[in-house]
């Protein structure tokens, strides 16, 4: 069981797709198992509410009423079968329990989902659902892209589509950084304040978390204080020369704390 | 060029990309104006080698995902099958595509019907021989006594001439095509569960004939059962068929990979077992309508038999023209 997948495109770029897993899957099947009895339920209270008694069919007479018998049972049985060939058909792969949980099928190899893929994966739920999806279960929990065997013998994969927070997290294990000792020799080379220095050292330990735009508003509100007050100016507003400023003020410390560890390094040496 | 350049140069193009590719999430590419569409088919190259770029720089995790998730979207709206007139390709399917089908498969369609035979023949004998062994392979359904019929040949088209005949014509569609689907689906079982069905349904059907026959309503057991149940038997015999060659796909997998090969035969049996459908819209129109009625059952029978003649013919003679076939487009 893998949570990706990767595809390759026309274009030889290999791109990367999460896999749902087994825990979304099995709540979008809830769901749309939910919405089905809920169909059925509206169903029977059809049946009722025209007056016929399913039991009593037998020797009903009026013409109306058994032609209305004839498409419920037909619709109850269209439902069983074709509830999740019609949406996934209609939705490119998604029945509403699995759009909830932001999920689709597609193709293993790419691409929306076929009309026959459809139709064997749905067909094949009757054998993947023996014993309240067991079947299902193991076989996604063994296979390496969470397919069940309607989908192994489709050819398709459930993928989630789920879009992840792109904004700047606090990261609770990354807490102790904050708390760090600065060194005087960092301070010394870089001629900032504690607190300024601690400001940037943490912006440079997380930048990798951090996009574009989030990297945009943060910067210059962490450089433009310690400019006015050193009186230094930089060319431009640009992210390159703000990164590229943050960067040499790190380097800086990095080389001056070297050399200070050094120093103490030879000094136990010595001794 | 920097990996900060990078990022700062290409953002314009992502952010133009998702906001294309975030408004098609509800209708899909038909939200697009002419514009957007080209926008779309022009930005997606780029962005996708930008995957592979944002790869090479090494840069930070989340932008890394949020360019390949764009882009694994805009694939997704440009690689997609082309929309399909269904009416036009369910004729055709039907034209061309289902007989030629058919007649690929006909190994599996022997097999069936062979399983079938030895399985209704052993057990009307088996009940010739002894008549209590009607029990045996339709237990609990018997309501004839062997000391006292109780019902005549009469009775059985009597009692079920007072069910309304377009519910009953409805469930009987219903429950036909069920077992022909799962008959299909329990082929992932390398086929055994689809013999069990052939073997299940043959020997219940044997069972009958041969307690029908011990009381002397041959006759009026097979005017009942032949005017729908011939085509209807010959329908699940097909979607048996595609059922053992999903089983035996992944039993004998020749020289693709199990896993291949397993694909392959669903894409053929999934077809072969849709195609029954029709037959069993048919069937259930004549076993609601056509069986309880006051024809003869001469009549009845040779109805049942000219049907069944019918659609065999049609899936022996039917889509030899030159058209492409079906299956090669798909």
């Known amino acids: 069981m893998q949570d990706f997948d990767l ?35 509206i169903l029977f209270v059809l049946l009722l509410v025209v007056g016929i008694n399913v039991a009593g069919s037998i020797g009903i007479s009026n013409a109306a009423e058994m032609w209305l018998l004839a498409i419920i049972i037909l619709i109850a049985f269209a439902i069983y079968w074709g509830y999740f060939v019609l949406f996934e058909m209609y939705t490119n792969g998604q029945s509403p329990g699995k759009k909830y949980m932001k999920i689709r099928v597609v193709q293993v190899e790419g691409g929306g989902i076929s009309f026959n893929s459809i139709a064997i994966r749905n067909l094949l ?8 999806y067991a079947v299902a279960g193991i076989t996604m929990f063994v296979t390496k892209k969470v397919q069940r065997l309607g989908d192994l013998a489709a050819g398709t994969v459930v993928i989630s589509e789920e879009v992840p927070n792109y904004s700047a997290r606090y990261d609770k294990k990354k807490k102790i950084l904050d708390n760090e000792a600065i060194t005087s020799a960092a301070l010394e080379a870089t001629g900032l304040k504690p607190e300024e220095y601690r400001l940037l050292h943490n912006y440079w330990l997380r930048r990798d978390e951090l996009n574009v735009e989030a990297k945009k508003q943060l910067l210059p509100q962490l450089i433009h204080p310690i400019l006015n007050r050193t009186g230094h100016s930089l060319a431009t507003e640009s992210l390159v020369v703000l990164e590229e400023y943050v960067e040499k003020i790190m380097a800086k410390a990095r080389k001056a704390e070297q050399e200070a560890t050094k120093g103490t390094d030879n000094l136990e040496a010595e001794l | 060029m920097t990996p900060a350049r990078f990022l700062e140069t290409r953002a314009k193009a992502w952010n133009r990309l998702e906001a294309i590719v975030s408004k098609t999430s509800k209708k899909g590419v038909r939200a697009l104006d002419d514009k957007e569409l080209h926008e779309l088919t022009r930005l997606y190259p780029a962005v996708a080698i930008d995957v592979a770029r944002a ?17 694994i979207s805009a694939h997704g709206l440009l690689y997609r099958r082309k929309n399909v007139r269904y009416l036009q390709t369910i004729w055709e399917f039907f034209c061309y595509g289902y007989p030629r089908l058919f007649r690929r498969l006909w190994p ?53 001439r007072r069910i309304p005949k377009p519910p009953m014509a409805a469930g009987i569609m219903a429950n036909n095509i069920s077992v022909a689907f799962k008959a299909f689906a329990l082929g992932i079982t390398a086929g055994i569960g ?18 029908f026959s011990n009381h002397g309503l041959a006759y009026e057991f097979w005017s009942f059962i032949a005017p729908h149940g011939v085509l209807e038997i010959f329908a699940i015999l097909v979607s048996a068929a595609a059922g053992l060659r999903l089983g035996l796909s992944l039993v004998l997998p020749g020289e693709l990979k199990r896993s291949a090969s397993l694909r392959v035969g669903a894409q053929d049996a999934v077809l072969l077992v849709l195609g029954t459908i029709p037959m069993f819209i048919i069937a259930g129109f004549i076993e609601g309508f056509v069986t309880p009625s006051y024809i003869p059952g001469a009549m009845k029978i040779i109805l049942g038999v000219t049907i069944t003649l019918l659609t065999i013919a049609y899936l022996i003679l039917a889509g030899r023209s030159s058209l492409p076939d079906i299956k090669s487009k798909s």
Do not use: W
């Open chain 1, 125 to 132: 739920r009757v054998v993947d659902a023996i014993g309240g």
């Open chain 2, 108 to 160: 599996y369609i022997t097999l069936a019907t062979v399983l079938f035979v030895i399985c209704i023949l052993g057990s009307y004998v088996s009940t010739q021989v002894k008549p209590s062994n009607a029990y045996i392979f339709v237990p609990g359904q018997l309501d004839l006594t062997d000391e006292d019929p109780g019902v005549s040949g009469k009775d059985i088209s009597e009692r079920f």
């Open chain 2, 194 to 211: 689809t013999c069990y069905v052939i073997i299940f349904n043959s020997m219940v059907l044997g069972g009958f004939a041969g307690h």
């Open chain 2, 55 to 71: 790869r090479m720089y090494n840069i930070d995790p989340m932008t890394q995902k949020r360019i390949n998730q764009i882009a």
């Open chain 1, 7 to 41: 595809i390759e495109t026309p274009e030889n770029v290999e791109l990367e797709r999460s896999l749902a897993g087994i825990g979304s899957r099995f709540i979008a099947g809830l769901l749309d198992n939910l919405l089905i009895a809920l169909m059925y339920l």
